[in-house]
């Protein structure tokens, strides 16, 4: 869909919906009705210096949105407030200084909060313009999951040709990326942790070796096809499997912490998971490592939104990656913004394989 249009269709909208702007807020944790949709007044758009103001099309939902919302994320901004850390639109007016965005361009956001509206103005430099092929869809379920799956592997992870890999998660956002980033690399073998029934989807996207973590022990798997274990171990779920990834790692290898997830079970805040996965935190000495020859490293995107050039830098290699058509987004289903309990349960539940998306517009068939 070119730029030109892109600007027709919000202008009509902008008509059609002049008089009230809906956003979610979060006004408590853990109740299902806490999570609100407010509207306000439609008042012209006024971005400040360096800032550019955006009608939102799509927008990410995150595993750590999903934590935040049962009070166990650890950068959640004070209560209330609008949940969102990515998302896609057109930009609708550009504010004094930006020389580099015009109004009728499409942008993909990052930022720490604040994206579930359907009109947000952002700074300039947290967007990011959107390949000519790109939807707002994928746009929108790029910059977390990619950007993650990208520092994590190549940043701390150095995957070269030859390595193997250890993905957890891997029907998830982040997992499904990291699947693709390794095919980017020659002769890398792939082992991921997922339920049975994403396997056949997994392979599509290059795993070589799923497994089903409900009925099989991951760790004699992965000794049974690899007994010296693997290069890199890509860690999103902390406790117990921290250690038990730590000890599947070769001489030179290397976990990086990137997630909690055994902190979450399910819809609700589960406090024997919260102990136990703090009780089973991994934790290990410079001269263990030292002797092991290992690293462990320690990713998170939610303090490294100061590091302008660094992102920049990382988006940059992305849009090539999904120009040259080696990375796609995989969309899970796309829910309105009414339904954002029913979207957070898609993942709580872990039906989801691939993104989970939010839109400001009407209920899309999932
Ligand atoms: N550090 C960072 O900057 C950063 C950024 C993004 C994401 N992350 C982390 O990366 C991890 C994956 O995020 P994501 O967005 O890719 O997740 P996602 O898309 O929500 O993945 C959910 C899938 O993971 C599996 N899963 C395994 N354990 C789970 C659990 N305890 N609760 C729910 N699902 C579980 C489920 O699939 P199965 O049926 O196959 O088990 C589920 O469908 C999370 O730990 C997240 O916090 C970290």
Not at 119 to 124: G, M, N
Not at 244 to 256: A, D, R, S, T, V
Not at 326 to 336: G, Y
Request: charged letters at 20%.
């Amino acid at each position: 869909m070119s730029a030109e249009r892109e600007v027709a269709e919000v202008a009509t909208e902008a008509v059609g919906d002049a008089h009230q702007l809906r956003s979610l807020v979060l006004t408590g944790f853990g109740c299902h009705d806490k999570m609100k949709l407010k509207s306000r007044p439609a008042a012209p758009p006024a971005p400040g210096p360096g800032q550019l103001t955006l009608r939102v099309r799509a927008c990410g939902l995150n595993f750590a949105d999903v934590m935040a919302q049962q009070g166990i994320y650890d950068r959640t901004p004070p209560l209330p407030y609008t949940p969102g850390m990515e998302g896609a639109g057109v930009v609708v007016a550009v504010g004094e200084g930006v020389n580099d965005r015009k109004v009728g361009d499409r942008v993909m956001v990052l930022i720490p909060s604040g994206m579930w509206q359907e009109e947000v103005t952002v700074l300039s430099t947290q967007t990011f313009l959107m390949p000519e092929s790109m939807t707002f869809e994928e746009a929108a379920a790029l910059l977390v999951n990619y950007i993650t799956a990208y520092m994590v592997l190549f940043d701390f992870g150095n995957l070269r040709p030859g390595h193997s890999v250890l993905v957890h998660m891997a029907a998830g956002g982040v997992g499904i990326a990291a699947l693709q980033l390794c095919r980017t690399v020659e002769n890398v073998t792939v082992f991921g942790t997922a339920s049975a029934r994403k396997h056949e989807m997994l392979k599509e996207n290059g795993i070589t070796h799923p497994i089903d973590y409900h009925t099989t022990d991951y760790v004699d798997e992965i000794k049974k096809i690899s007994p010296k274990g693997v290069d890199i171990v890509m860690d999103p779920l902390g406790g117990a499997d921290t250690a038990k990834g730590y000890n599947l790692l070769k001489p030179m290898g290397k976990l990086i912490s990137y997630g909690m997830a055994n902190l979450m079970t399910g819809p609700k805040r589960n406090l024997m998971a919260l102990a136990r996965t703090w009780w089973n935190q991994f934790s290990v000495s410079a001269l263990q490592l030292l002797q092991a020859n290992r690293a462990v490293c320690g990713f998170h995107l939610g303090y490294l939104h100061d590091e302008v050039e660094l992102i920049d830098g990382v988006v940059t290699r992305l849009v090539a990656l999904y120009n040259q058509g080696h990375i796609k987004p995989h969309i899970d289903s796309v829910w309105p913004f009414e339904k954002v309990m029913d979207a957070m349960r898609q993942m709580q539940e872990k039906k989801n394989v691939g993104k989970v998306l939010l839109v400001p517009g009407p209920e899309k068939e999932n």
